[in-house]
């Protein structure tokens, strides 16, 4: 007898009364089982779930997350989901909103001193109570520690004080229009005064006690995690916590997502794994976010460095760079070319460089060059320096090289260098390197921070070039009196139409003084598995994680 032949008998001599109650039963048993793990499954639950979590891999190296010192982009991002500012971007706009503020300032008339009401109810991830006195430790241990950041405040306030419980003072040394901006730098957050203490170069680059969404579970040399802070005063994440793979390369990160052993992929991949996986996401085998950039990739041109001091070499440079074809064989359409420092999510963009010199207008470039005294037997030789990690930057300069060869009939030369990136960040501002392709985040959203880092020099002169500013910090070394004025004035001007126009003429000096060369303006890709939603990129560029969650 067969095992199907006896199941069909014993069903058969069971009486109808009794399956009944053995049908009921059962149903009971997957009822019961299914409530369960309906339980387990729940965001609001209080145990580390995996199903609850999020994985997210990224190739961006972490330095810190003391607020006090970070400066990179995945610490930006970090501080972002686990610390508060006093002003935050509406999500998905770039309306600027209160957050630990409970207002927007009230500023004086002379626009120099900023009072900002304070958010009651707020707890730090220790159980400090926040008030006024500790935003204005947080915010006094951040100037006062001198971390890479600090100069971003320390320029631009004279003194922060706590004027109440729940009121805070500012005193800027200028007005500046566009401070409760600064103030949304991650950095900028609210920090335990129980955890921290102020003093020059006392960071704690693995802690982190802040009032944000998320509170710090694990800090590794390979991996963070992140748990959802169960006392948070607004709106809990939709995930129970987030953690963070440090992986060593792209091709790293290209294979671990593909195989589905990371959630979400972010920054970052090359141009031919992100060009894979976009073919991947149009084939449904998952999902794809593509959100324009407000990071800028430029050349830097030493205006000290001979013959970079001559004004027709610099813009024999500008006219012979061709862009599109950049953005065509190199970044395989995954930027859009740029044509100021100023991106072109801003209103007051002006495309300077293309009504100047257009892309690869080579017989520009000869002319300049030949006026400059260059010939086929007299080259221009330029030398390109670029950070030795990055793979786009190398074909770039590449591409650079075979034009200069290929169209300039050997009036131009390129050679191209390379170095890694914490050597050549620390010589840039020594003028060791005449050329260097890199690139910029910014530190807030304000066209004010793509010009005056660049453009604004303290001391110098039009002979000598910078001596001490932010120019020279970027290692262009380019002074002009015209421009520190128009710098000043957009920075005290309240009126946005008027600002504008300053801005306007800023980039005009940019096109036709070439301290700089605008390339391409990235665009963002984020890779996610086809189970995960809420994943989204904000116009500011920050990736909020609360809003993660597995379906």
Request: net charge neutral.
């Amino acid at each position: 007898m067969t095992m199907g032949n006896y199941n069909r008998q014993l069903q058969i001599s069971i009486k109808p009364s009794v399956i009944k109650a053995i049908a009921l039963f059962c149903l009971c048993c997957l009822l019961t089982a299914s409530c369960g793990q309906r339980a387990n499954r729940s965001p609001n639950s209080s145990g580390d779930n995996a199903n609850n979590r999020v994985t997210i891999g990224t190739t961006l190296k972490l330095r810190t997350i003391d607020p006090g010192d970070a400066y990179e982009v995945i610490s930006a991002q970090l501080l972002y989901n686990l610390g508060d500012t006093l002003y935050r971007y509406e999500s998905g706009t770039t309306k600027l909103i209160p957050h630990l503020a409970a207002a927007m300032p009230k500023i004086s008339t002379d626009g120099l001193t900023y009072t900002i009401p304070l958010r009651q109810g707020v707890i730090f991830h220790d159980d400090t109570p926040f008030n006024a006195a500790a935003m204005e430790f947080s915010l006094q241990r951040f100037i006062k520690n001198g971390g890479r950041p600090a100069f971003l405040l320390g320029d631009a306030v004279e003194s922060v004080k706590a004027t109440g419980e729940y009121e805070l003072t500012f005193q800027l040394k200028k007005p500046f229009a566009a401070f409760p901006s600064l103030l949304t730098f991650a950095g900028a957050c609210a920090v335990s005064p129980k955890a921290y203490e102020i003093g020059e170069g006392k960071f704690k680059p693995d802690t982190f006690v802040g009032t944000g969404r998320y509170k710090l579970a694990k800090y590794g040399s390979d991996s963070i995690k992140i748990d959802a802070f169960d006392k948070y005063w607004g709106e809990k994440p939709a995930n129970q916590g987030i953690d963070i793979l440090l992986l060593s390369s792209s091709a790293n990160l290209f294979n671990t997502f593909r195989t589905g052993a990371i959630d979400v992929a972010y920054l970052s991949l090359d141009a031919d794994q992100v060009q894979s996986l976009d073919e991947g996401s149009k084939q449904g085998k998952w999902q794809e976010i593509a959100a324009e950039s407000s990071t800028v990739s430029y050349m830097t041109l030493n205006i000290k460095s001979k013959p970079l001091d001559n004004l027709d070499v610099r813009q024999a440079i500008a006219a012979m760079i061709d862009r599109p074809l950049i953005n065509d064989r190199v970044l395989r359409g995954q930027a859009q070319p740029l044509y100021s420092l100023i991106p072109t999510t801003f209103d007051v963009h002006k495309p300077v460089f293309k009504e100047l010199y257009g892309d690869a207008n080579m017989a520009k470039a000869k002319e300049l060059l030949t006026k400059a005294g260059y010939s086929a037997t007299n080259p221009f030789v330029l030398p390109i320096w670029y950070p030795s990690s990055s793979t786009k930057r190398a074909l770039v300069a590449s591409m650079i090289e075979a034009q200069a060869k290929l169209k300039m009939d050997g009036i131009m030369q390129v050679q191209i260098n390379s170095v890694e990136s914490p050597t050549l960040f620390q010589n840039i501002e020594k003028g060791i390197y005449p050329a260097v392709l890199v690139d910029w985040y910014a530190d807030f959203f304000d066209a004010d921070n793509y010009i005056q880092p660049f453009l604004d020099c303290a001391t110098g002169s039009a002979a000598g070039g910078c001596e001490k500013g932010a120019s020279q910090g970027q290692g262009s070394f380019y002074y002009s009196d015209r421009v520190n004025q128009l710098i000043d004035q957009q920075r005290k001007e309240p009126n946005p139409q008027t600002r504008k126009a300053l801005f306007a003429e800023i980039q005009d000096i940019l096109g036709r003084d070439v301290p700089f060369i605008p390339l391409w303006q990235d665009k963002d890709y984020t890779f996610a598995q086809k189970n995960i939603a809420g994943l989204h990129l904000e116009p500011t560029q920050a990736f909020p994680f609360w809003f993660l969650k597995k379906q």
